[in-house]
């Protein structure tokens, strides 16, 4: 049988205050991680859609011990509502704030019962939150892409550069950058489990 995760003495209590800063304290380094690949992987605009897939490697650690410190219900939703509102207080579009809220909700849902989480779970959980931020992200050009290359203009980028990151999103490697928003979440939330077994655990001890 796989190994539960996280306290499970506490998983029945309600979320204290402590609780919802802890998620607001490791939701926004989450969310920093997510925006420092992005900054990173903006020198070439067919890297810019893989950031939440490659980013995710890395949150998932942070994720991964937030998880393991709070085992309670509501603790993902109560993240992904912190992070999605300091998102759009940084400028992001509704459709990005939006995804990730929903993409918590869903998280929530898939990791179930505090009592009965397990890694597998855990690591579903975050790989649908990061395509559901991802997907919020790449949403806008559905809805008005003119509006977002322009967006992008105004934030000092030219327009071949808005133009290429709409393109890519209309073509085939906009599916393997969804595909790897999924894997990168699943495989990053199951690297925080190992790395948190092997050192966290020491520190908290």
């Given at each position: 049988m796989e190994k539960k995760i996280g306290d499970q003495s506490a998983h029945n209590s309600k979320m204290t205050a402590k609780d919802f800063v802890f998620a607001a304290v490791f939701g926004v380094l989450i969310f920093l991680v997510f925006m420092v690949f992005s900054?990173?992987?903006?020198?070439?605009?067919?890297?810019?859609?893989?950031?939440?897939?490659?980013?995710?490697?890395?949150?998932?650690?942070?994720?991964?011990?937030?998880?393991?410190?709070?085992?309670?219900?509501?603790?993902?939703?109560?993240?992904?509502?912190?992070?999605?509102?300091?998102?759009?207080?940084?400028?992001?579009?509704?459709?990005?704030?939006?995804?990730?809220?929903?993409?918590?909700?869903?998280?929530?849902?898939?990791?179930?019962?505090?009592?009965?989480?397990?890694?597998?779970?855990?690591?579903?959980?975050?790989?649908?939150?990061?395509?559901?931020?991802?997907?919020?992200?790449?949403?806008?050009i559905f809805i008005n892409a003119e509006s977002y290359i322009q967006m992008i203009i105004n934030a000092g980028m030219s327009r071949e550069y808005a133009q290429g990151l709409v393109d890519f999103v209309y073509s085939p490697l906009c599916v393997l950058a969804g595909i790897a928003a999924l894997v990168g979440g699943f495989f990053g939330s199951l690297l925080g489990n190992k790395v948190f077994k092997k050192h966290f655990e020491k520190i908290s001890a």
């Open positions: 900054m990173l992987l903006m020198i070439n605009v067919n890297f810019v859609w893989f950031t939440h897939g490659i980013a995710a490697i890395p949150a998932g650690i942070i994720w991964a011990y937030l998880i393991s410190k709070v085992n309670k219900r509501g603790l993902i939703i109560t993240m992904g509502i912190i992070v999605g509102i300091v998102g759009f207080l940084m400028g992001m579009f509704w459709s990005a704030p939006v995804g990730i809220i929903v993409g918590a909700i869903l998280a929530e849902l898939i990791a179930g019962n505090p009592s009965t989480r397990t890694a597998k779970k855990l690591a579903l959980a975050f790989a649908v939150f990061v395509f559901c931020f991802w997907l919020g992200h790449i949403s806008l």
